[in-house]
């Protein structure tokens, strides 16, 4: 990912991991995915999450993962993490609320 970045030369500062295809992760997994964030932070780049599935939701709910990326990190699906990475963009980490996303009711306000 870090290397298609670096050839598109542009100025990219999110990236969505669409998960619904993630059936689960084990230890190892979170730990790349860790790595991972920490490469793009170097870079100024925020990691966002979109579509974890339950079973991958409940993993990462005992390793703590919400707590260390910021649970605002975390949609449902993925319009709902594009439209929060257009809205950070332009109010940037102050002006967007910490804790605005919730996996069940975010679902169930887009169903309204």
Known sequence: ???LMTETNK???YV????SPVISVDSSAL???EDMAKEFKKKEIHLVFANT????????ERADF????GKQWFHSTTH???QYCLRHKRLGDKGVKEDVVDFGEEAKA???
């Open 1 to 3: 990912i870090i290397s």
């Open 11 to 13: 100025d990219i500062r």
């Open 16 to 19: 969505i991991l669409e998960m």
């Open 31 to 33: 730990h790349i995915i």
């Open 53 to 60: 599935g339950n079973r991958v939701t409940s993993v990462m």
């Open 66 to 69: 919400f707590e260390h990326f």
């Open 80 to 82: 709902s993490a594009v």
């Open 110 to 112: 887009e169903a309204v």
